[in-house]
């Protein structure tokens, strides 16, 4: 397979400049290299030029988005991201909707054929996200990411299983987590 891995790490307010993320996109990329993939990155931090982004959505089968989460959401950049890259004639032909019935298909007129996965990095422990009674009241990682997976959906991706590691700064578990993204690689995308 063609993966594009999108680095979304960034310098955040009391963070580490986005080491983490990046860790977990050169381990992700050794991954998928070992079984065979093609693999692209663009690390936002460092900017991009959105012709060159268009050319890797329509080149690949699929994107990783790697990504911290930040007030409950990716940081701001991969969002001016996707406002540059997606959209426009190469990925959609319009919102799929029709004047003769308006009401209908909103959503529908993506022109990719790939998949896309969430790979993110949170403070907020994992039973945050699976408990009702916690935070996120038991609606898990792909709730909270909605906006991301619709965004991927409109312009015609669909979803592979997300992937987080929690409790990053209050209680890491980077070694552990590290080996559960390298299964989770291989059950998901496997060998070439």
Request: net charge negative; hydrophobic share 40%; charged share 25%.
């Amino acid at each position: 397979m063609k993966i594009l891995i999108v680095d979304a790490g960034m310098p955040f307010k009391g963070g580490n400049g986005g080491a983490l993320n990046h860790r977990l996109t050169e381990i992700e990329k050794a991954t998928l290299e070992s079984l065979g993939h093609e693999v692209q990155v663009t690390r936002l931090a460092d900017g991009w030029k959105t012709e060159d982004e268009v050319a890797k959505y329509l080149w690949l089968d699929a994107v990783i988005y790697q990504t911290p989460a930040w007030w409950m959401e990716a940081p701001a950049a991969l969002k001016s991201y996707e406002d540059d890259v997606f959209g426009g004639p190469a990925m959609i032909t319009g919102d799929g909707r029709h004047h003769e019935n308006p009401a209908v298909n909103y959503g529908t007129g993506g022109k990719l054929k790939g998949r896309y996965m969430i790979s993110s990095t949170w403070n907020a422990p994992l039973n945050a996200f699976l408990a009702p009674d916690e935070f996120f009241e038991g609606k898990g990682i792909d709730a909270t990411f909605f906006g991301l997976h619709k965004a991927n959906q409109f312009i015609g991706l669909k979803p592979l299983p997300s992937f987080m590691c929690n409790d990053v700064i209050k209680n890491p578990t980077l070694e552990s987590d590290i080996e559960r993204l390298k299964a989770h690689l291989e059950k998901v995308f496997g060998r070439a």
